[in-house]
């Protein structure tokens, strides 16, 4: 699918990002809003009257107190994706609360335990309001933050317009058996537009579209990739191109050498998403990039439970348990058995295997997993994983916040068509 450029760049001043700043209590309020995308003006839904939403911003530690206040003319319920926070305020109908109707409010409260990048976005028919625009970025600051000069974010989205350049309301469910709902326009929503030459960048890259697989590459920067899904990385790896499905996140501090450009180059594309151009010059920093200290997560041993996951269905794959196109271990939609049920503080192990014609992402909601490679040793910490066509994959973590936490596919489509079950821990 094409897009073309000058829509995508169009985009860009779309939205520039102010943050809300956590110590007090913020109000999230999801309506309807005309903004202006592509040149066009397009009735979308945004918190607090933007897309994305505000940027929330707290320090390791902070006590989060976020009212959603619900204005919208349907339910609307809150996800905080990647924070650890306690399973009543995870913001998932039916595994962790009743969906806010229309006219009433929600009081969430939690504490921030890990510094890095994560984000928000609608729980309730997410498919259709994430797609919407109901998202935003929820930056938790160390309490020494590395010196850069500009701390910016970076979410890469897209959207699908139809005949009449009209925002798709279809919603067409025979996308959902395939790669989902994949914008024809798609773009890098940017804090800031400007930088200056010999700037050290912290880049928060997120990805908050729906369905769509982006693999960035930007030039103009020199530095280092320091957190994979808020969680820094032991040791940082060189600046290449980086894979970035629904739900994930990484973080890039590097130095400008040019004008910044990022694309996307996922199969086979090459697009531009978003430029920052270059206004002055600064003296570099003549320090080393430094790797981000660590968030205390509990390091697994030996698994207590292993439990294969297999991931199955699509358009024309054989028939399984339940409604849905796709299903996990044969069945399609959420069961009513988790798929384990774990004691506090047990260790777990999935293998994954996807059976499918098609990639997925596996997210698993109120902690962090490791990914295994293939002689099992631990890998990256990451609340989402991608898996390629036939590709099987090992994850581990210990289970430390009791609760019913959802696991699911975080291609929206694929969810709302099945791809979805749950873990218990007591
Ligand atoms: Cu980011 Cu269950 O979602
Ligand atoms: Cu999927």
Not at 279 to 296: E, K, M, V, Y
């Amino acid at each position: 699918m094409k897009v073309n450029r000058r829509q995508a760049l169009s985009l860009l001043a779309a939205c520039m990002a102010t943050p809300a700043l956590g110590a007090s209590r913020i109000t999230l309020r999801p309506e309807k809003v005309v903004t202006q995308v592509a040149g066009r003006r397009l009735p979308m839904l945004g918190f607090n009257g933007g897309v994305p939403g505000p940027q929330l911003r707290f320090r390791q530690g902070d006590t989060a107190q976020i009212r959603l206040d619900n204005t919208l003319d349907d339910g609307a319920l809150v996800h905080w994706h990647g924070l650890r926070v306690p399973n009543r305020m995870d913001g998932v109908n039916v595994l962790t609360q009743d969906v806010v109707i229309p006219g009433e409010s929600f009081d969430y409260l939690f504490d921030v335990p890990d510094a890095g990048t994560f984000w928000y976005h609608s729980h309730y028919l997410s498919y259709e309001q994430v797609s919407r625009g109901l998202f935003g970025a929820f930056i938790v600051e160390e309490r020494n933050p590395p010196a850069v000069d500009q701390d910016m974010t970076v979410q890469l989205f897209d959207l699908l317009l139809d005949a009449d350049g009209q925002h798709d309301d279809s919603f067409d469910p025979a996308r959902f058996a395939t790669e989902g709902r994949l914008g024809n326009i798609k773009t890098a929503i940017l804090s800031r537009n400007s930088v200056q030459q010999g700037d050290r960048l912290r880049l928060r890259i997120i990805n908050p579209s729906v369905d769509r697989i982006y693999r960035l590459s930007v030039t103009g920067l020199e530095g280092q990739i320091v957190a994979l899904d808020g969680m820094p990385l032991e040791a940082p790896q060189a600046l290449g191109p980086m894979m970035l499905a629904p739900g994930q996140r990484c973080d890039v501090i590097a130095d400008v050498t040019g004008p910044v450009t990022l694309r996307d180059t996922y199969d086979g594309a090459d697009d531009v998403l978003g430029q920052l151009t270059v206004t002055g010059t600064r003296s570099p920093s003549d320090t080393p990039i430094p790797a981000l200290p660590p968030n205390r997560t509990a390091r697994p041993g030996t698994p207590d439970h292993t439990t294969k996951l297999v991931l199955r269905g699509g358009a024309g794959a054989p028939a399984h348990r339940g409604t849905g196109t796709w299903a996990l271990n044969d069945v399609s939609g959420l069961p009513r058995r988790p798929l384990i049920a774990a004691k506090r503080n047990q260790t777990v192990r999935i293998d994954i295997e996807n059976r499918t014609g098609f990639p997925h992402v596996m997210h698993l909601h109120g902690h962090h997993f490791h990914e295994l490679d293939a002689s099992g040793n631990l890998g990256p910490l990451r609340d989402s994983t991608l898996l390629a066509v036939g590709e099987t994959r090992a994850i581990t973590a210990v289970l430390d916040n009791p609760g019913a936490w959802m696991l699911h596919c975080h291609m929206l489509s694929h969810q709302a068509d099945g791809m979805a079950t749950w873990i218990s821990v007591s």
